[in-house]
């Protein structure tokens, strides 16, 4: 790893969500939804087309203009600048005005990346090589929960730092002392952690009576009786909480990498109860927990998670620990190339 890092390379095997879309529609000024996108420091250009939603770098392999300026039409791109025509299902040029006569020059194909639409999210892979899925969300096909698409946002910060936040269990009392925490409780128990296939460390966190809360039915905040953690490698992160009334709610987060100090986070916020209510209460309460957060980390230095022994570590810090070596792990299989990574992802494990 480079100065300590982490290898970001490594995150180009995953699929990661890069725009909603209601965002891609958005992007629609008459031409047809195009958007730019950054993803690990790749430029890129999703498409909407006759045919579904497509992923291609945003450059014309002719004169190098942004794929993002043209236009659809059909299931192709057009280039702004002199109306070359890729093809949405290989990147493949198929029209040069110019030269209608031909021939179309062999190396003249869009790069065109793996691209799928899941809980309404678009999701990119940069490289299919380790054959990774798209991440499970435990609540979107149970019909006994509605869930709530949360506005994603940007944070100068590395996707693990964003994702370690959202595992920590002792910053509750100081940075949420109002409204997650309780700055009366300050101790907190160290869970059991278990490794499962496809990458899922999976813990339970049943804080002391009275030391933590979440949201509601109605988008309060109640007494919590316990949470059901899930990451999923490299980014994900699910909350499956239950209330002492007896409800739950289920936090989905994805932090996806715009490159080595940004990340953009896809948030979802589902209940089993008052499925009929509003759901701005819902998006307004983590907004206002974010906003707690932000400052925080957007202060740690560096961004990237550094080297193990540039940081400190105590036993209340055990899923942070584990969750930095399964992904300095993860970093190591990749230099033996993707097959690697699966045979990591896909290898039961003890508990841990």
Known sequence: MADGYLNDETWRYFWHPVCTISELEAADRGRGALLSVTLLGTE???????????????RCPHRSAKLALGWVEGDSIRCAYHGWRYGTA?????????????????RAQAIKYDCDVRYDLVWVRLNGDADTSIPGHTAWDDPSFKCVLGPSYT???????????FTDLAHFPFVHPNTLGNAGVQT???????????????????????????????????????????????????LDLTLQNGER???????????????KSFWFACRNADLDGPDQPHIDTQMKILEEDIDIVESQDPEQIPHPMDEIAVGPDKVSLM????????????????????RYLTTERDNI
């Open 155 to 165: 944070w100068k910060t590395h996707s693990a730092r964003r994702l370690e936040n």
């Open 90 to 106: 290989d990147g493949k040029c198929i029209e040069i005005p110019a030269a209608p006569n031909g021939p179309i020059p062999r």
């Open 44 to 58: 890129l250009v999703i498409a909407k087309t006759a045919s579904g939603v497509a992923a291609f770098d945003n």
């Open 188 to 238: 907190y128990l160290v869970p059991d952690m278990d490794f499962r296939t496809e990458g899922e460390l999976h813990y339970r966190y049943a804080p002391p009576e009275g030391a933590r809360k979440a949201m509601n039915s109605t988008g309060n905040l109640s007494p919590l009786k316990y949470t059901d953690y899930t990451i999923r490698l490299p980014f994900g992160v699910t």
């Open 323 to 342: 969750y930095r070596k399964c992904l300095y792990e993860l970093c190591h299989a990749m230099e033996n190339g993707g097959e690697e990574i699966h």
């Open 249 to 263: 709610a289920v936090l989905w987060v994805w932090a996806t990498p715009i490159d080595a100090t940004h990340c």
